[in-house]
């Protein structure tokens, strides 16, 4: 009997021991690594300064100047509206010609083989529309101008350590 307790005892020693060696050693680690979270903030309402302003640059001047840190990096959060109306629409479109590919295999045939290509036609087009408006996002921001009208108003803010 004395020998469980010992036993018992050893073991719950050794399982203190070990969860504070585990503590100290995640607290060490966490100290050493440099994450985005621990340098990064989100900046809400920020306000729109218009056509022709480079809004990532307005905020990095406005952090450098007004609190004197460094900035590494400014991502600006957009109103992605018109993506997600042209995918949903596109989507209807494939819904579409998966429930004519359906009758076809039921029935060896399309119900109307017209419909089926005018329906390709119109996913084709999404395609198009969707790389269309892809493309002036990633090369609008610099040559369009005129795209600050899909900020939202939030930024994230990453600071050099």
């Not at 302003?53 to 007004?66: A, P, R, T, V």
């Amino acid at each position: 009997m004395t020998i469980n307790y010992f036993t018992l005892y050893v073991f719950l020693f050794m399982f203190i021991i070990y969860r504070k060696v585990n503590r100290d050693t995640s607290s060490k680690l966490d100290e050493e690594a440099d994450t985005a979270s621990d340098y990064t903030i989100k900046v809400k309402n920020y306000p729109n300064p218009g056509r022709g302003i480079d809004i990532d640059e307005d905020i990095k001047e406005f952090f450098e100047s007004k609190f004197d840190l460094n900035v590494k990096k400014v991502n600006l959060v957009y109103d992605l509206t018109d993506f997600n109306n042209i995918n949903e629409e596109k989507l209807k479109y494939i819904e579409n010609k998966k429930d004519m590919l359906e009758y076809r295999t039921e029935h060896g045939e399309f119900e109307n083989e017209q419909d089926f290509e005018e329906n390709e036609i119109q996913i084709d087009n999404c395609n198009l529309i969707l790389h269309k408006k892809q493309a002036e996002f990633y090369n609008g921001i610099s040559e369009d101008k005129d795209f600050y009208r899909h900020f939202t108003g939030i930024a994230f803010v990453s600071f050099a350590t």
